[in-house]
């Protein structure tokens, strides 16, 4: 039940945060078309693109929290197992999120792209590594199993806030809808 004086995310990290969640379900999308064999044309340079952009809006995310009013807490009802496990998932996600693309960016190099487009014409990611095809291969089998870890946290996040919203009727997931 929600209570007078009760607050959620601030505007511009709610917008951060839908915004994040849609490049999270094209990336998740692509990157498993792409692992499964299909071809995909423009969207690996988009995937990659899409990618990085994701790991800036994370770090973007999180000065923004830095320096905004938390939300509300938790509510009390909340077992202190599951804040746990909300800030475990969290952190995951957003390391994963830092992680997961200088992985993809890394291995892409390393496999002999020299180039990676940045949505506009002219614009690449720069090198960072020597072709090594070998390593390449590696590094990007390690980042599809990542991408599954990270599309297994986003299942849990939506289904623990859904779980909130439905099941427990608490203000867990509008604290990510309103102000």
């Not at 990336?27 to 990659?48: A, Q, S």
């Not at 952009?53 to 939300?71: A, C, D, K, Q």
């Not at 099941?167 to 809808?177: A, G, Q, S, T, W």
Request: net charge positive; aromatic share 14%.
């Amino acid at each position: 039940m929600e209570t007078e004086g009760q607050r959620g995310y601030a505007l511009p990290m709610r917008l951060i945060h839908w915004l994040m969640a849609a490049m999270m379900l094209y990336v998740i999308v692509v990157g498993i078309l792409m692992g499964n064999g299909f071809k995909v044309g423009k969207h690996y340079d988009y995937h990659r693109a899409t990618g990085f952009l994701l790991m800036m809006l994370v770090i973007v995310r999180l000065v923004i929290y830095r320096f905004t009013t938390p939300p509300s807490p938790l509510p009390v009802a909340m077992s202190h197992m599951q804040k746990r496990a909300a800030e475990v998932v969290h952190f995951l996600l957003y390391s994963s999120l830092i992680i997961q693309p200088f992985l993809g960016w890394y291995a892409t190099n390393a496999w002999g792209v020299k180039k990676i487009p940045f949505f506009f014409e002219g614009w690449h990611l720069p090198r960072i590594v020597e072709k090594d095809r070998e390593l390449g291969n590696f590094l990007l089998e390690i980042h599809h199993y990542l991408g599954l870890f990270i599309a297994a946290l986003v299942i849990i996040h939506i289904g623990a806030a859904l779980m909130h919203h439905f099941v427990y009727k608490d203000d867990v997931l509008k604290r990510m809808m309103k102000t």
